[in-house]
């Protein structure tokens, strides 16, 4: 009898692919599953998870919490891979040379920055590959203009040699440059389709929102996957539809049944957060959102933003100071109830939008754990899958569980396409040993807007590559297993 490195015994295996949804021992070698079977396995290392389920690793589309902290704060969430699609990062060779030299605990892997692309073109930022090139020049006009086609094609240059260089996809932050011209958008679009990889749109204004927008937002998306082909991933469908998110949601349930590829994410949230400069929380046009300037509070600070002034002195200030902008209320069942349908759209992936941590009293210093006093970040970087399991799942029954999983592992897996996730996303002989083991009576997210960073609680065991990240609802601040994702 085969004697594996690690046996995690008798859970309940559920794996979104094949259905398997039964008691199981999971032997695990060098890194891999190499066997599910229902009588019982030996190894060096034999974990009894009885009561517990086993499912493949979370994989997290959306994540800017890309750090050793982040990582183990989501780990403590039942994350395994760790994702950069939206805003991507430019040039990506940077960020997965500074990952890699730090160690993560995670996996970890970044679409190219159509955004950071462009400030380096219009802007003449020099970007070194990290998501601070993005906030620090968030505010900055020059990038945000419509661009020459000249300049067009240095930045479509710019983007095509980072995918040559295993960026796996191109993020497209269109929302935060929302006047420029939709032929660039879909200039990207085609050379997205033509490496055959996605692209991951954080979408301009809707209609609703601003009758001048050159384009609707949710139009844009649908357009260009129509019309070059290529596979648009519409992030964070919740927080740029807000309670318009029934006709985003019509629009894309109509292309896909025409065959174009859309997929979409949600968060389970009614805040959302960005940086304070960013395009759509100017003063003069906050209140198209049904926002005024107390609808938003800076992290850290106590509080709400009394009015024009003291937003427009903020953004001149520190426009990349991270922002909750309460866009719906979370206690008012007809608002959660668009966050709800959001999330159960048919094959809607579960992601974070995880914000980096900010660190209030003291340097950062992301190899710390514990993590510090004065740390904080949106709930949503440390509780997001916890909250979907508890809400979504066992309180309301608006997902089943199995179904709940599938949106957390597979369906992102399949999102991304490259050909290292299809060893991703499923418990089967020959796939990665990312797993998660988590108490399905009792996994719940802790972090709330007062107590931002507080751990999930339920998710007993996190194994990336085969080794223990969490164990026994413990992190582990050595293991550093994280390996990188790419498209080559
Ligand atoms: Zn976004």
Redesign the pocket.
């Known amino acids: 009898m085969t004697t594996y490195d690690l046996v995690l015994s008798g859970g309940r295996v559920i794996d979104p692919e094949t259905g398997l949804d039964a008691v199981r021992d999971v032997g695990v070698s060098g890194g891999q599953v190499r066997e599910v079977s229902a009588t019982p396995l030996a190894g060096v290392t034999v974990v009894d998870v009885r009561g517990l389920v086993v499912c493949p690793g979370f994989i997290d589309l959306h994540s800017h919490s890309a750090d050793q902290a982040g990582h183990r704060l989501q780990a403590l969430d039942g994350v395994t891979t760790v994702l950069e699609l939206?805003?991507g990062s430019y040039p990506v060779a940077a960020a997965y040379r500074q990952a890699a030299a730090e160690g993560r605990p995670l996996n970890y892997g970044f679409a190219t920055s159509w955004a950071v692309a462009r400030m380096a073109v219009l802007a003449g930022v020099r970007p070194g590959g990290d998501i601070d090139d993005f906030m620090a020049n968030i505010g900055r006009p020059e990038w945000q203009r419509p661009a020459p086609a000249a300049a067009v094609g240095r930045i479509v240059g710019m983007l095509e040699r980072d995918l040559a260089d295993g960026a796996l996809g191109i993020g497209i932050?269109v929302?935060y440059a929302p006047r420029i011209d939709p032929s660039e958008y879909l200039a990207v679009a085609a050379l997205a389709a033509r490496a055959g990889l996605p692209t991951y749109t954080?979408a301009r204004e809707l209609v609703e929102l601003d009758a001048t927008t050159p384009i609707d937002g949710a139009e844009e998306i649908v357009k260009a996957a129509a019309e070059t082909g290529a596979h648009m991933h519409y992030?964070?469908v919740n927080?740029?539809s807000i309670q318009h998110v029934d006709r985003v949601l019509g629009l894309v349930e109509r292309v896909r049944a025409e065959g174009a590829r859309v997929t979409t994410e949600a968060y389970p949230y009614g805040a959302g957060m960005?940086g304070v400069g960013a395009a759509f929380l100017a003063p003069e046009i906050l209140h198209r959102r049904g926002l005024t300037p107390h609808s938003l509070g800076l992290l850290g600070a106590e509080g709400r933003l009394a009015d024009d002034a003291a937003l427009r002195e903020v953004r001149r200030r520190d426009p990349g100071a991270a922002v909750f902008v309460h866009l719906l209320d979370e206690h008012d069942p007809a608002q959660f109830a668009f966050i709800e349908r959001a999330l159960a759209f048919p094959d809607a992936a579960v992601a974070t939008?995880a914000v980096p941590l900010l660190w209030r009293s003291g340097a950062a210093d992301p190899t710390a754990w514990p993590l510090p006093e004065g740390v904080v970040s949106h709930p949503r970087t440390a509780g997001t899958y916890g909250r979907v399991l508890r809400v979504l799942v066992r309180e309301k029954g608006l997902l089943s569980l199995a179904e709940a999983v599938r949106r957390c592992t597979l369906v992102p897996a399949d999102v991304v396409g490259v050909p290292a996730m299809r060893r991703k996303g499923r418990v089967q002989p020959g796939c990665d040993a990312d797993l998660t083991v988590f108490d399905p009576s009792t996994v719940a997210d802790r972090a709330t807007y007062e107590s931002t960073i507080l751990p999930s609680a339920g998710f007993a065991h996190v194994v990336v590559g085969g080794e223990f990240v969490v164990r026994d609802g413990e992190l582990l601040p050595e293991s550093l297993p994280g390996r990188p994702v790419t498209a080559l």
Do not use: R
């Open positions: 939206e805003a932050l929302g954080h992030c964070h927080s740029t960005t939008d």
